[in-house]
């Protein structure tokens, strides 16, 4: 069995900085696409980035380019996300997810999910 657990998570001022960190066990780590997803009050969950096994691919919503960074560690079965020039509308609960299928921002192919952490960027 798969186990994520995030952390990392907030209360920031607006242009403030956070990284969320995704431990995973149970599985080669290195075999593993890791994405990371977001869900804001009253909203669906959205993509918000995703890293290859190899972490020489990675893929962001619009709204984050620029902004955030997606990276791994294998050697540490870590994957990370630095969020940069935070804004209100970044608040929500962030989830890593990971599967072994494919490249894909698509959350559906996401087959194991942590518990997430509130992120929460004030005005």
């Known amino acids: 069995q798969v186990q994520l657990v995030e952390s990392g998570g907030g209360l920031v001022q607006t242009g403030g900085s956070l990284r969320l960190s995704c431990a995973v066990s149970g599985r080669t780590f290195n075999n593993y696409v890791i994405g990371w997803f977001r869900q804001a009050p009253r909203k669906e969950r959205e993509f918000v980035a995703t890293?290859?096994?190899?972490?020489?691919?990675?893929e962001y919503a619009d709204s984050v380019k620029g902004r955030f960074t997606i990276s791994r560690d294998n050697t540490k079965n870590t994957v990370f996300l630095q969020m940069n020039s935070l804004r209100p509308d970044d608040t929500a609960v962030y989830y890593c997810?990971?599967?072994?299928?494919?490249?894909?921002?698509?959350?559906?192919?996401?087959?194991?999910w942590g518990q997430g952490t509130q992120v929460t960027v004030s005005s």
């Open positions: 997810a990971g599967q072994t299928r494919l490249f894909t921002t698509v959350q559906d192919a996401y087959a194991y």
């Open positions: 890293i290859s096994w190899s972490g020489r691919e990675a």
